[in-house]
Every structure is written in C-alpha cells, then in structure tokens.
C-alpha cells in the first residue's frame, strides 16, 4: 500500500510540474507574438508616415 500512495503522489507531481511548464510555454509563445506583431507595426510606420512626399528635383523658375 505504501507504494501505491508513493506512485500517487509522483504521478500528481509530474502532472503538476507538466502544467507549469506547459503555462511557461504559453506564455513564452505570447510574448514572443506580441513583440513580433510590435515590430510589425513599427515597421508599417516607418513606411506610412502621412507626410507629403518632397519633390525629387526643384521646379525651375
């Protein structure tokens, strides 16, 4: 009987240590989406500034 209550509480802990690691992974995986979708919106500033375009050449008089 001791054994199976020993094998009862390894089981409980190695669902447990299971779940926090799978939280882990979780949550590593968000922030590495949210940084990913900053840098793609950063870069679509970068791009669409709203300012007008300054001519290339002068106009001549």
């Excluded at 094998?7 to 939280?23: H, K």
């Excluded at 949550?27 to 679509?44: C, P, V």
Aim: net charge positive; proline share 3%; aromatic share 4%.
């Amino acid at each position: 009987m001791y054994e199976y209550e020993i094998s009862q509480l390894r089981s409980a802990e190695l669902i447990r240590r299971a779940e926090q690691e799978r939280l882990a992974r979780e949550a590593l995986r968000g922030r590495r989406a949210a940084r990913r979708e900053a840098a793609r919106r950063a870069a679509e500033g970068e791009v669409h500034t709203g300012r007008p375009r300054r001519h290339r050449f002068p106009r001549t008089a």
